[in-house]
């Protein structure tokens, strides 16, 4: 157990359709990161949060948002889903500084849209 | 990461040594990561490299020069568990940016 709480493990859902992914950080670490990862494209970067405030964005899509709450877990929500959104979903946590020393992963949850 | 390049495909025997490479491009250089991932699994955290040389770990070995923009990492003493992708990352102040991991396969 890494520390990273991701939920849920697994996910299928419909085209069109809103998922919510959710991340709890390893005690004490303040930033959040979310990372898409498919077969072809490796862990691409979505969003970093540090301590409830967005702090960098990468490819993120705009059906796509995320946000991190007092108690430091985040989500990150899915909307309007296409096929090519089917990948697995990492959140990863740093901290307790804003300057990253490496990443603890989570589990990650596969997204299926089918 | 379209500014690190890794191999995408290595194969090696049981026992043997390896060395996957990775080179990258980045300007506000903080550091250089290897991370090792088992199929539908979590990254874990192999190595970082801040300062130019080797850093030994067991049978892990990372080597880094940031005036070349390289770094390798050197696995030892093969085991069928290390068939896994190794991920190289460089981070800039907050992140991280991955490359697309280099497949290993260990054969008996």
């Known amino acids: 157990d890494s520390g990273v709480t991701q939920t849920p493990k697994h996910l299928i859902t419909a085209t069109g359709q809103r998922v919510t992914l959710r991340c709890s950080p390893r005690?004490?670490?303040?930033?959040v990161y979310w990372y898409q990862q498919s077969l072809d494209q490796g862990l691409q970067f979505l969003i970093q949060?540090?301590?409830?405030?967005?702090?960098a964005k990468g490819n993120i899509l705009e059906r796509f948002s995320a946000q991190q709450f007092p108690d430091l877990h985040s989500e990150l929500n899915l909307s309007s889903l296409e096929l090519g959104d089917s990948a697995l979903y990492f959140c990863?946590?740093?901290?307790?500084?804003?300057?990253?020393?490496?990443?603890?992963f989570g589990s990650g949850t596969r997204l299926t849209v089918v | 990461g379209q500014n690190i390049d890794q191999p995408t495909e290595m194969t090696a025997t049981e026992g043997a040594i390896v060395q996957i490479n990775c080179t990258y491009q980045t300007s506000g250089f903080n550091g250089l990561f290897w991370y090792q991932q088992h199929a539908g699994e979590a990254p874990t955290f192999l190595s970082y490299?801040?300062?130019?040389g080797l850093e030994e770990k067991g049978r892990f070995s990372s080597f880094l020069s940031r005036s070349k923009g390289y770094s390798y990492l050197l696995l030892k003493e093969l085991q069928m568990k290390d068939s896994a992708s190794y991920l190289c990352a460089h981070s800039g102040y907050s992140t991280l940016t991955f490359g697309k991991g280099t497949m290993l396969l260990v054969s008996p």
């Open positions: 005690s004490g670490d303040l930033s």
């Open positions: 990863a946590s740093s901290g307790p500084g804003e300057k990253v020393y490496g990443y603890t």
């Open positions: 490299n801040v300062l130019d």
């Open positions: 949060y540090y301590n409830g405030e967005e702090r």
